[in-house]
């Protein structure tokens, strides 16, 4: 089992930045890609970015390329957000992926965290 923690949410004005952390309770997880979803009030669970094992595949979805940048390191999976806008408000999760390599499919991912709030004030 892999339990995933997120940090780094808060409230924000359009235009503004945050960078998100995940870190993951063993070291198993360094082994397996790791995406960022994110979820609105009434609204379907969508990915937002992924990133393999060893930081070589990097996916964005189109509404955040440009503006985020996902990384990672031996401890942690970071995503920084720039230029920040009302619609990029939600919880933001970090997932493990079943393997190496994962894509935008949410079934690609088998641990999930809690989320932490993000909100983009217009």
């Known amino acids: 089992q892999v339990q995933l923690t997120e940090s780094g949410g808060g409230t924000v004005q359009a235009g503004g930045s945050l960078r998100l952390s995940c870190t993951a309770s063993?070291?198993?997880?360094?082994?397996?890609?790791v995406g960022w979803f994110r979820q609105a009030p009434g609204k379907e669970r969508e990915f937002v970015a992924t990133i393999s094992w060893n930081g070589g595949h990097i996916l964005y979805a189109d509404s955040v390329k440009g503006r985020f940048i996902i990384s990672r390191d031996i401890a942690k999976v970071y995503l920084q957000m720039n230029t920040l806008k009302p619609e990029d408000s939600g919880v933001y999760l970090c997932?493990?992926?079943?393997?190496?390599?994962?894509?935008?499919?949410?079934?690609?991912?088998?641990?999930w965290g809690q989320g932490t709030q993000v909100t983009v004030l217009s």
């Open positions: 063993r070291r198993t997880s360094s082994n397996n890609a």
């Open positions: 997932a493990s992926g079943r393997s190496a390599v994962a894509g935008s499919r949410r079934d690609s991912y088998n641990y």
